[in-house]
């Protein structure tokens, strides 16, 4: 989808805030008081600083604390280029936003990959520094007392009379960065941030470099923060360290952001229009005890956190489409970012279709040996050999069972394939490529797809969304990946769901999602843990036509599975697993009346 795209769609889609967005421009015009401008100035340009950290922490989920850092960046960075060299701000600006690329790039390359509240703690510790060094270098950032920016009124030196054409500047900002995180949004990018938020394990496993995704949308965010720090600088024509890059001004990012919506491109715009003004106009208020404002507010966010943790966009959504339902709209409850690509269809059981499209590899040359071949494979848990020394080939276009009792190390053999866990020992080929070493990401571009025996949906995005993921793999456009989602949410019986978040789904649901995600990166070969595990008679009767329909259509399976009907009807061939060996590989009905394999899931030597 292009950019254009990308905005026309989300102006269908959201007119409203985009007309609330479009028209506060005229606010600051229609207020003759310096101080409501003032509060006007103050709005749009937290509402863009916000926009930015939304562009990283937001769609990912993972906060960072230090982010006033990178505000700092571009403040200093403009305010000194003038001061020593009459740089022209507009000038300094984009020179601060490549300092913080390069700042970006070197604290997120080292963060990145860290875990939870340790990554929360490098950002601060980043703010922290950067601080400490804008008081240390007193040549550059003026230490302590700060910098002075000299009042010569002019568009050079984005130095005003008033405060309209800050205003306007300020407004222009915010329109950037919300444009931009909407065309993020409605990108591969977006749909891959997303999923990395709710699952970055199984996003990887859909093809999502998590690291180069993250860590470009750290940059851009980092970049686009900066921008702000420059028109912060120019418009209070005086920085010091702490009123720049103080904790107070990323906590006040954060706040806004989240009480209106992290991870939506309108949320923090949302939460500067509700939170900016009314912080301020609290403190010009509430006067007569020192403190009471910040009192105030702080109650006003705890109670957003506590009872609307999503922020208020997404419940003003919910309201809105339940007001559309009650006039007879009939609006359909999108959830995360992808929107409905069909008209949802009757919600009564849907028949499988065939799978959406011929496997990835169907044009390329012919490979005559075994699609998959696993050479003495070892993978230990410590002292436990989870896998030990197996060997096993499948071949191009079967549907190859994999059973044995619980605790055989059938998924661990998933998990060493496609690269979630690196092999103790031995290695893996695929179509006669060695994979051993590669990242789950480049296996699953490579052709490999797998669901989870416990299913992994990304559960705040939509059906469909969750399904994009995958598609990805094969096309980098927007509306491509719809459509090919949509197709194999068909082939799964699933479109009815499609705008669904995709937490709403039931088990055998889930089930399903598992197989279209996978399903959308058109593999060549199809690793399916346990689909069946838990599902009605009539459902695991359907979850076999859907199975069967997808081998036929070209796709080479392997299916762990427990139920020995299905096993039976659905492959030609299973493989035994017991204590990290195969101890046979045969037609199912052999495997059924080997006292070895009866001995295995029932403990008997006898088999009896
Ligand atoms: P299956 O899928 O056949 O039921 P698994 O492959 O899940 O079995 O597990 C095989 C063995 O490896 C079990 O004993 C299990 O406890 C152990 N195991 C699996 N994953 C891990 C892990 N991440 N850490 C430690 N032990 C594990
Ligand atoms: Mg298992």
Same mark, same amino acid.
């Given at each position: 989808?292009?950019?254009?795209?990308?905005?026309?769609?989300?102006?269908?889609?959201?007119?409203?805030?985009?007309?609330?967005?479009?028209?506060s421009v005229a606010a600051p015009f229609a207020l003759d008081s310096r101080y409501y401008q003032d509060i006007a100035v103050m709005t749009f340009l937290w509402a863009g600083v916000a926009c930015a950290?939304?562009?990283?922490?937001?769609?990912?989920?993972?906060?960072?604390?230090?982010?006033?850092?990178?505000?700092?960046?571009?403040?200093?960075?403009?305010?000194?280029?003038?001061?020593?060299?009459?740089?022209?701000?507009?000038?300094?600006?984009?020179?601060?936003?490549?300092?913080?690329?390069?700042?970006?790039?070197?604290?997120?390359?080292?963060?990145?990959?860290?875990?939870?509240?340790?990554?929360?703690?490098?950002?601060?510790?980043?703010?922290?520094?950067?601080?400490?060094?804008?008081?240390?270098?007193?040549?550059?950032?003026?230490?302590?007392?700060?910098?002075?920016?000299?009042?010569?009124?002019?568009?050079?030196?984005?130095?005003?009379?008033?405060k309209l054409p800050y205003a306007l500047i300020c407004w222009g900002y915010m329109m950037l960065c919300l444009a931009i995180c909407v065309c993020v949004e409605r990108s591969k990018a977006g749909v891959?941030?997303? =999923?990395? #938020?709710? +699952?970055?394990?199984? &996003? $990887?496993?859909? /093809?999502?470099?998590?690291?180069?995704?993250?860590?470009? %949308?750290?940059?851009?965010?980092?970049?686009?923060?900066?921008?702000?720090?420059?028109?912060?600088?120019?418009?209070?024509?005086?920085?010091?360290?702490?009123?720049?890059?103080?904790?107070?001004?990323?906590?006040?990012?954060?706040?806004?952001?989240?009480?209106?919506?992290?991870?939506?491109?309108?949320?923090?715009?949302?939460?500067?229009?509700?939170?900016?003004?009314?912080?301020?106009?609290?403190?010009?208020?509430?006067?007569?005890?020192?403190?009471?404002?910040?009192?105030?507010?702080?109650?006003?966010?705890?109670?957003?956190?506590?009872?609307?943790?999503?922020?208020?966009?997404?419940?003003?959504?919910?309201?809105?489409?339940?007001?559309?339902?009650?006039?007879?709209?009939?609006?359909? =409850?999108? #959830?995360? +970012?992808?929107?409905? &690509? $069909?008209?949802? /269809?009757?919600?009564?059981?849907?028949?499988?279709?065939? %799978?959406?499209?011929?496997?990835?590899?169907?044009?390329?040359?012919?490979?005559?040996?075994?699609?998959?071949?696993?050479?003495?494979?070892?993978?230990?848990?410590?002292?436990?050999?989870?896998?030990?020394?197996?060997?096993?080939?499948?071949?191009?276009?079967?549907?190859?069972?994999?059973?044995?009792?619980?605790?055989?190390?059938?998924?661990?053999?998933?998990?060493?394939?496609?690269?979630?866990?690196?092999?103790?020992?031995?290695?893996?080929?695929?179509?006669?490529?060695?994979?051993?070493?590669?990242?789950?990401?480049?296996?699953?571009?490579?052709?490999?797809?797998?669901?989870?025996?416990?299913?992994?949906?990304?559960?705040?995005m939509s059906v469909l969304g969750n399904a994009m993921v995958g598609a990805f793999c094969v096309t980098g456009d927007y509306g491509e990946a719809e459509a090919a989602a949509a197709a194999s949410l068909?082939?799964?019986?699933?479109?009815?769901?499609?705008?669904?978040?995709?937490?709403?789904?039931?088990?055998?649901?889930?089930?399903?999602?598992?197989?279209?995600?996978?399903?959308?990166?058109?593999?060549?070969?199809?690793?399916?843990?346990?689909?069946?595990?838990?599902?009605?008679?009539?459902?695991?009767?359907?979850?076999?036509?859907?199975?069967?329909?997808?081998?036929?259509?070209?796709?080479?399976?392997?299916?762990?599975?427990?139920?020995?009907?299905?096993?039976?009807?659905?492959?030609?061939?299973?493989?035994?697993?017991?204590?990290?060996?195969?101890?046979?590989?045969?037609?199912?009905?052999?495997?059924?009346?080997?006292?070895?394999?009866?001995?295995?899931?029932?403990?008997?030597?006898?088999?009896?």
């Amino acid at each position: 989808m292009s950019l254009k795209a990308a905005l026309r769609a989300s102006l269908a889609a959201h007119p409203v805030m985009w007309a609330l967005s479009a028209l506060s421009v005229a606010a600051p015009f229609a207020l003759d008081s310096r101080y409501y401008q003032d509060i006007a100035v103050m709005t749009f340009l937290w509402a863009g600083v916000a926009c930015a950290w939304n562009l990283y922490s937001g769609y990912c989920r993972r906060v960072s604390i230090g982010h006033a850092a990178f505000l700092g960046i571009g403040a200093y960075t403009s305010s000194a280029l003038f001061l020593n060299f009459g740089i022209s701000p507009w000038a300094g600006m984009l020179a601060g936003g490549l300092l913080s690329v390069a700042a970006a790039l070197l604290i997120g390359g080292s963060t990145l990959r860290m875990r939870g509240s340790f990554f929360v703690l490098s950002t601060i510790a980043f703010a922290k520094i950067l601080e400490v060094v804008a008081v240390t270098a007193k040549g550059v950032t003026g230490g302590s007392p700060g910098l002075l920016i000299p009042y010569r009124p002019g568009l050079a030196n984005m130095v005003f009379e008033g405060k309209l054409p800050y205003a306007l500047i300020c407004w222009g900002y915010m329109m950037l960065c919300l444009a931009i995180c909407v065309c993020v949004e409605r990108s591969k990018a977006g749909v891959r941030l997303s =999923a990395i #938020g709710e +699952n970055r394990e199984a &996003a $990887e496993s859909l /093809g999502v470099n998590s690291s180069g995704t993250m860590l470009a %949308a750290f940059v851009a965010s980092a970049a686009l923060t900066s921008l702000g720090g420059s028109i912060f600088a120019q418009y209070f024509m005086f920085i010091e360290p702490s009123s720049v890059m103080g904790m107070g001004n990323s906590v006040n990012i954060i706040l806004l952001a989240i009480a209106g919506g992290m991870g939506t491109a309108f949320g923090p715009v949302l939460g500067s229009f509700i939170l900016t003004p009314l912080s301020n106009l609290l403190r010009g208020g509430l006067t007569e005890v020192s403190g009471l404002h910040g009192f105030v507010l702080g109650v006003i966010m705890i109670a957003v956190l506590l009872f609307r943790p999503d922020g208020i966009l997404p419940q003003l959504r919910i309201m809105c489409g339940r007001l559309a339902a009650a006039f007879g709209a009939g609006a359909g =409850a999108a #959830g995360g +970012n992808a929107r409905p &690509a $069909e008209a949802a /269809g009757p919600a009564a059981a849907h028949p499988a279709r065939p %799978a959406p499209g011929p496997a990835r590899d169907a044009g390329a040359a012919p490979w005559d040996g075994p699609v998959l071949e696993l050479v003495s494979v070892s993978k230990s848990f410590g002292g436990l050999k989870a896998l030990n020394g197996l060997s096993l080939s499948v071949r191009e276009g079967e549907l190859l069972g994999l059973i044995g009792p619980n605790g055989s190390g059938k998924t661990t053999l998933f998990d060493c394939v496609t690269g979630a866990l690196p092999l103790s020992g031995g290695k893996v080929l695929f179509r006669g490529a060695d994979i051993s070493r590669m990242k789950p990401w480049e296996i699953a571009r490579a052709g490999i797809a797998r669901s989870y025996q416990v299913t992994q949906p990304f559960g705040g995005m939509s059906v469909l969304g969750n399904a994009m993921v995958g598609a990805f793999c094969v096309t980098g456009d927007y509306g491509e990946a719809e459509a090919a989602a949509a197709a194999s949410l068909m082939a799964v019986g699933l479109s009815h769901k499609s705008g669904a978040p995709a937490k709403s789904l039931n088990i055998g649901e889930r089930k399903k999602l598992e197989i279209a995600k996978a399903l959308s990166a058109r593999p060549s070969l199809l690793l399916l843990d346990e689909v069946m595990a838990g599902l009605t008679p009539t459902e695991v009767a359907e979850m076999g036509e859907i199975v069967a329909s997808i081998n036929r259509s070209g796709v080479t399976v392997v299916m762990i599975e427990h139920i020995m009907e299905a096993v039976t009807s659905l492959c030609e061939r299973v493989a035994v697993l017991n204590f990290g060996e195969k101890i046979m590989e045969g037609a199912p009905r052999e495997a059924l009346e080997s006292p070895e394999v009866a001995a295995a899931y029932l403990g008997a030597a006898d088999g009896s």
